[in-house]
């Protein structure tokens, strides 16, 4: 059984800093490639960061390159989301996801006002 727990979302002002976490269990050789991804209310959801679980590969999505940094300690298998100076616009549910998105977390809240 596959579970993805994602924690550390809140409410911050504008220009503050938020770390999230997401803890995997289960079949962990799913886990080659993790990201993170989000959900604002109105709109669809996109992909904010991914990493490579071996080479520690990562890509951004244009929005928060600079400002937020995907990291993981795969001893721990978890995952990491620095977000730095963050925005409004930032606002959303965010999702941890594995296994070529297959798995999915239940969501951590972040509002930026």
């Known amino acids: 059984h596959v579970q993805l727990v994602e924690s550390g979302g809140g409410s911050v002002q504008a220009g503050g800093s938020l770390r999230l976490s997401c803890v995997a269990s289960?079949?962990?050789?799913?886990?080659?490639?993790m990201g993170w991804f989000r959900q604002a209310p109105g709109k669809e959801r996109e992909g904010v960061a991914r990493?490579?679980?071996?080479?520690?590969?990562?890509y951004y999505a244009d929005s928060v390159k600079d400002r937020f940094t995907i990291s993981r300690d795969n001893a721990k298998n978890t995952i990491y989301l620095q977000m730095n100076s963050l925005k409004s616009e930032d606002t959303a549910l965010y999702y941890c996801?594995?296994?070529?998105?297959?798995?999915w977390g239940q969501g951590t809240q972040v509002t930026v006002s």
């Open positions: 990493i490579a679980t071996g080479s520690g590969n990562t």
């Open positions: 289960g079949a962990t050789s799913s886990y080659r490639c």
């Open positions: 996801a594995a296994g070529g998105w297959t798995y």
